[in-house]
């Protein structure tokens, strides 16, 4: 029988199955991750996160090492308008600072450590950080 009343709520009738973490969530997620990789260095991210967030760190700083129009309006709609200190956003610090640090580096922008388990859940904490 299908469910009546009132839906996407617990109890008689109320929800068969609802979705709990969509594209859009794991994509929104993502461009909070980079831009707070970018802007601080290093983030500390679950094990299940690590490897599209240096997947996606990887692209901008391709983007970084072209420094064209195009490659900036690129990063920027992944990046967040995020200012990094007074009059610097994370994408000027991507560009200005990020891009030609790694000029030279065909890959690997990126160095992944494990921490170990969360107290809480239990989950695999990596600290993801730019490589020096």
Do not use: C, W
């Amino acid at each position: 029988m299908p469910a009546q009343g009132r839906k996407n709520v617990h109890g008689k009738a109320g929800v068969r199955f609802k979705a709990g973490y969509t594209a859009s969530k794991n994509k929104a997620m993502l461009r909070n991750v980079v831009t707070e990789l970018v802007v601080h260095d290093e983030v500390t991210v679950t094990s299940g996160v690590a490897p599209e967030l240096v997947s996606l760190a990887a692209k901008l700083v391709t983007f970084a090492k072209g420094n064209t129009l195009s490659d900036r309006r690129n990063a920027a709609a992944i990046l967040r308008d995020v200012e990094v200190k007074e009059g610097q956003s994370a994408l000027q610090k991507l560009f200005g600072e990020i891009g030609p640090k790694f000029k030279d580096r065909q890959g690997g922008y990126t160095k992944t450590y494990k921490l170990g388990n969360r107290k809480g859940d239990n989950a695999e904490l990596v600290l993801v950080r730019f490589a020096d």
